[in-house]
């Protein structure tokens, strides 16, 4: 089934928007600059978004741990079926940098993910993980929401590149091809310089919209 709505999570503020918590928000603003789209206020659902055509970005302004409130009222409005929703996150259980993109699963702790399976009454919907590292012996919450440190900016800007990346093979050849290429990314020698894929299709561009 096509996916007609991406959501990325985060916490809505200036003082959230270089968080690690943020890393949804930040993939799917990538996403919808590479399209040309623009960001609109939708008050009804608590969520800004943009798209049409039946297809749909959004990021929900209740703050990360009521995610499920905006993607459930989303859902229901517009008659998205689970398998139709694609959620971005961030992830502390992968290393810095490390992309995931799974069918279905458990929320592995993560508290928007609890209240979006909670108010979809299922774990099963697509999901694309952004790993931002272990916390390790320092305060959860601290590391969460903490700025991505200047020296870990190139490997973060790299991950959200090729989630945007995943996300329009997604949306253009399907989910299995977005997971060969995302799961298993080709081995490139430190510093090597960025190359397009010749079997992984462009970024999404804007006569998606």
């Known amino acids: 089934m096509a996916l007609r709505l991406i959501v990325g999570l985060g916490n809505p503020g200036e003082q959230y ?41 959004a990021k929900p302004q209740t703050f990360m741990n009521d995610s499920g409130e905006c993607v459930g009222a989303l859902s229901r409005y517009f008659k998205i079926a689970p398998s139709e929703l694609l959620v971005v996150y961030d992830d502390i259980a992968l290393p810095l940098g490390v992309l995931r993109l799974r069918e279905g699963g458990s929320a592995g702790g993560h508290n928007g993910m609890k209240s979006i399976i909670a108010h979809l009454g299922t774990d099963r919907f697509p999901r ?82």
Not at 188 to 203: F, I, L, V, W
């Open 17 to 57: 928007v270089n968080t690690r918590h943020n890393a949804g928000f930040m993939a799917l603003d990538l996403l919808a600059s590479k399209m040309g789209a623009s960001w609109k206020k939708d008050r009804t659902h608590r969520a800004v978004v943009t798209g049409s055509g039946g297809f749909m970005l």
């Open 128 to 209: 694309l993980r952004i790993g931002i590292g272990s916390h390790g012996s320092g305060s959860l919450v601290g590391h969460v929401l903490g700025n991505f440190p200047p020296e870990q900016q190139e490997i973060l800007q790299d991950a959200l590149n090729r989630a945007v990346d995943g996300l329009g093979i997604c949306l253009t050849r399907g989910f299995q091809a977005a997971a060969n290429i995302v799961n298993h990314p080709r081995e490139k020698p430190t510093n090597a310089p960025e190359s397009q894929d010749a079997n992984q299709s462009p970024p999404i561009c804007s006569k998606r919209m």
